[in-house]
């Protein structure tokens, strides 16, 4: 079973630009998560895209948006960038209205350099 | 409050060793309760989840509401087990979790 894959596994970016970032899900996986894990803060949750939907968003301001498509995988697009947007970003999965104890599985992730 | 506080960031032990990584939350909800792993240059991976109650490459961790705490041990320390080990807490309702900042593993021969 193919895992989550996420692409790319880096980018560099200047300030002021856009960044997309996109994952696609373990099969039979509907619900996807990003996770932002930026040095000396840990992993951060992000969004969550359920069946199409964006169902929850952490505290993180709008310029971080995303989009899931009909076939699960999602895209995490980040406009304006800043330098403290710099981290490795995590996409991971689960089965849909994930029951509490459910895991969810993560990709490689992405590695975004701000210059 | 949300929260949860892995305490230790580095760990040493010796091969053969009893290993205790200290997990502790916050959280006024039913608690449900991961460790997850990453090996080097591997992805984060799943080690356990409470619900389960299982054991996994020697790893066991139990819930203890009083003193919120879900420590993760192991009897006999192996040198594949350097890892960073991550507690994460899962949000009813909001289908998120929240990690601790993690505690960096270290086997010595």
């Known amino acids: 079973e193919a895992g989550v894959t996420q692409s790319p596994t880096h980018l560099i970016k200047t300030r002021g630009q856009q960044a997309t970032l996109r994952c696609s899900p373990i099969?039979?996986?509907?619900?996807v998560y990003w996770y932002q894990q930026a040095l000396g803060l840990g992993l951060q949750f992000l969004l969550w895209y359920d069946e199409g939907e964006e169902r929850n968003r952490g505290n993180f301001p709008p310029r971080f948006s995303g989009r899931q498509f009909p076939n699960y995988s999602s895209e995490l697009n980040v406009n304006a960038l800043e330098l403290e947007d710099s981290a490795l970003y995590l996409c991971a999965s689960s089965l849909a209205k994930r029951v509490r104890g459910q895991p969810q599985h993560f990709g490689d992730g992405t590695r975004l350099s701000i210059l | 409050a949300q929260r949860v506080t892995q305490p230790e960031k580095l760990l040493s032990v010796f091969k053969g060793a009893p290993v205790e990584l200290k997990c502790n939350y916050s959280y006024s909800g039913s608690p449900e309760l991961f460790w997850y792993v990453q090996y080097s240059r591997q992805r984060l991976q799943l080690l356990l989840r409470?619900?389960s109650r299982e054991s996994i490459k020697g790893f066991t961790a139990d819930l203890n509401k009083g003193e919120t705490s879900f420590h993760l041990k192991k009897p006999f320390a192996q040198e594949e087990d350097s890892a960073m080990y991550y507690c994460?807490?899962?949000?009813?309702?909001?289908?998120?979790?929240?990690f601790g900042q993690g505690t960096r593993l270290t086997i010595n021969p």
């Open positions: 099969s039979g996986h509907t619900s």
């Open positions: 994460a807490l899962d949000i009813q309702g909001a289908q998120k979790l929240v």
């Open positions: 409470h619900i």
